[in-house]
């Protein structure tokens, strides 16, 4: 952690004017991709046989209290049980994957295992500022959705403020917008290329093939091609950071 703690603060004494070009920003992902593709291929592949475990502890959660207080009091109760465990996962899975990524992109030698401890150890604060973010961009978005998308740039650089400058508090909020402001249509024309791939990637999964090999072929492919965007869009956003916080 120290290490990389100076690794950030060195990034952040280096003057720098602008954003790396487009076309290096999508090179230099790939490259740190190339590069670490095996730990994420691994924590990734844990996240699914782990959920597929915390998906069945969630169902017995629900159907206890379900059998057990008839009615609607039953039901309520149950899916509460059931979505603790799956919320708390997944936030601690989210930032886990950032912070095995940022090791990566730092050279960090911190391995999977310390990764994982990191997110769960961390997942309530996270949860606290990434729900923060999440509702001022949702509610910009009820106010004719421009509003969400300009508080959604504002807010990019949450996840690696929160995990490489340890601002794990809403202060991530305010240094996010720090970073971003004298940039912000740069950093929208970025995120906008990256957000066309996902929907490109999208647009195939509403295809349904007619035979089975055809959609087993259909659901690996997206399968894979998920995995390689989760991983690349954090690697993506982190080197944006990288940039603006070397300005």
Known sequence: MEETKKSVVAAAGTKSQKLRPIGALFTDSWAIFVEGWVKFLLIFLISIAVFIGVGIGAVLLFFIPFLLIKGALGITIGVILALIPVIIFAVAVNLASAKIVYNVCLKDKGGIADSLKYGFKHFGSFLWVTFIAGFLIILGYIFLIIPGIIIGIILCLVTPIFVLEEKHNLGALGRSKELIKGYFWPVL???????????????????????????????????????ILVFYGIIYTYLIYKDLSAK
């Open 189 to 227: 024309g970025r995120l906008f290329l990256l957000g066309l791939i996902s929907v490109v990637i999208s647009s195939i999964q509403s295809v349904t093939p007619s035979f089975f090999i055809a959609q087993a072929l259909q659901t690996v492919i997206l399968t894979v091609a998920n995995f």
